[in-house]
């Protein structure tokens, strides 16, 4: 079998061994680990000048990873990937700015990490490539001379073409993932407007199913929704229960329910639209005043964007204005923590809970709303609240699936999870768990390795003939 080699901004293991908050970490981590491999990225530090990748090996897994200059952090990572594609792809354009120079120096940084890899290709070796830091790495590698299989998979979502044009170099930022074999997205929808943007700027067509011819080249472009592996949550959150941050959650709350949220601090999971319908829920309905309260967990990510910035500001006040005007002696409405935890501490509190509120305002999946369903007692489940903008809305309908920007309609989900009967409870978990099975992490990761390797094959046979 051939090796495979993992590429990303963000590699997963931090210091302390638990992967770093965010989708791609802990799938790709989970994901990598079985199959070994190497793993190619950002070491995560700003470095006086380049150097040849530093070799880790841990396990299964080789890490590779190379560090920026402060001048290719703040133009790759901070300026383009992260204050350009990251709110337009968000549907933000209002938070997106665009400078060439920035632009330049993430091409720029494309090419030399695909430079620093091109020493560690085998022949044999797959190359998966993952998330919007990276769209021209193929690109990169193709022009070294790599002709290895290469596949993409974007963890975010992909917008629409009339939101992708307000990206100045839309155009060739879409030619440039046609450099991969297969592009990959989480949600037919996401894939749709690949395609549309391709068909319509007649740029290339789709041929047969799943394939298109673009830009003279021709790639498969699919859905893959990366999923968790359900039981093993369920197991971790069974026999972490008696932990200390769980322990003394439980005991805080002494009877009262809660109502759980985690996310990394981002603008794109609707935190301030939550709190307020939060907030209307306890206008609303009274009588849940002093018997719940909202946990609010929310590391900081991103912290020197300064659309990050604003956003933390503005929560800090809506929850200094809620509890203000809310709280009893004994009753905080919303409890609002800024940290990371350990993964597994984190499944037993979602255990703990009565209610999931997962509503961002546009998510490529959300891997948040998988975990706290599996994470649950199968004898006294919890309810998810779920934004119908995440991409785990098209996968799990046993969800009060909700519009986060109508707080009125989000304050009334609550209010029917947490008085919804235990026997509609169990049975729309018991429904979820079951697709949570059927679509796990490794039904994503081989599915999408399947059609790389497929691509591997009949290119060597193409060549052979
Ligand atoms: P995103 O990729 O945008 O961050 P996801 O919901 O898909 O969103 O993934 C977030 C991942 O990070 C989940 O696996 C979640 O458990 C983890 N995570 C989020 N917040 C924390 C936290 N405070 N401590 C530890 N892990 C976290
Ligand atoms: O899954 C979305 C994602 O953007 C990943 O690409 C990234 O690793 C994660 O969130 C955390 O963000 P960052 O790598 O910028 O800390």
């Known amino acids: ?26 799938g790709v981590l989970d994901a990598l680990k079985e199959t070994g491999g190497l793993w190619f990225g950002w070491s995560g530090e700003i470095v006086g000048h380049g150097g040849a990748p530093s070799i880790d090996q841990q396990g299964t897994v080789t890490y590779a990873t ?12 901070r300026g383009f990937s992260n204050a350009t594609l990251w709110p337009t792809f968000h549907y933000r354009t209002d938070l997106s700015r665009y400078d060439r ?3 330049a120096g993430y091409v720029r940084v494309n090419a030399m990490l695909a430079k620093q890899l091109s020493t560690l290709i085998k022949p044999d070796d797959v190359i998966w490539v993952h998330d919007y830091h990276l769209l021209p790495f193929a690109r990169a590698l193709r022009d070294l001379n790599v002709t290895n299989p290469i596949g993409f998979f974007l963890h975010t979502p992909f917008p629409v073409g009339e939101v992708l044009r307000t990206v100045p170099p839309h155009e060739e930022l879409v030619k440039a993932m046609c450099s991969y074999d297969v592009v990959g997205f989480q949600t037919h929808s996401d894939r749709q407007s690949f395609v549309d943007y391709i068909e319509r700027g007649h740029f290339g067509v789709s041929t047969e199913e799943g394939v298109m011819q673009a830009f003279g080249r021709v790639l498969k472009v699919g859905t893959y929704p990366i999923g968790i592996y359900p039981d093993a949550i369920a197991k971790a959150a069974e026999q972490l229960s008696d932990r200390k941050a769980v322990a003394e959650l439980r005991d805080a709350m002494r009877g009262r329910r809660i109502i759980m949220s985690v996310d990394r601090l ?30 609010q967990i929310a590391p900081p990510t991103r912290s020197d964007v300064q659309t990050y910035q604003r956003i933390r500001q503005a929560l800090e006040g ?7 005007r809310f709280a009893q002696l004994d009753w905080t409405p919303i409890q609002y923590l800024n940290r990371k935890y350990e993964r597994n501490v984190l499944m037993a509190l979602f255990r703990l809970s009565q209610v999931g509120y997962v509503t961002p305002l546009r998510d490529g999946m959300n891997l948040v709303a998988k975990e706290y369903v599996a994470a649950q007692n199968p004898e006294d489940p919890g309810v998810l609240v779920l934004s119908q903008f995440a991409g785990a809305a098209e996968q799990m ?14 304050a009334a989900a609550l209010a029917s999870a947490l008085s919804m009967p235990l026997s509609e409870r169990k049975a729309r978990h018991s429904d979820m768990m079951a697709r949570l099975r059927a679509s796990d992490l490794s039904t994503w990761r081989d599915a999408f390795l399947d059609d790389l390797r497929h691509v591997a094959t009949a290119a060597s046979v193409t060549r052979k003939a």
């Open 1 to 26: 079998m051939s090796r495979l080699i993992v590429v990303s901004n963000r590699v997963a293991p931090t210091q302390e061994g638990s992967p770093a908050a965010g989708g791609l970490a802990v």
């Open 66 to 77: 190379v560090g920026l200059t402060r001048r290719d952090y703040d133009q790759y990572y």
């Open 101 to 103: 120079r920035e632009y």
């Open 266 to 295: 981002d603008y794109s999971k609707g935190l301030v639209e939550r709190f307020q319908a939060f907030e209307q829920l306890l206008t609303d309905a009274p009588e849940w005043q002093g018997k719940v309260s909202l946990v």
């Open 318 to 324: 809506e929850a200094g204005r809620i509890n203000g």
């Open 397 to 410: 309908p046993g969800a009060l699936v909700v519009n986060p920007f109508d707080l009125s309609q989000m």
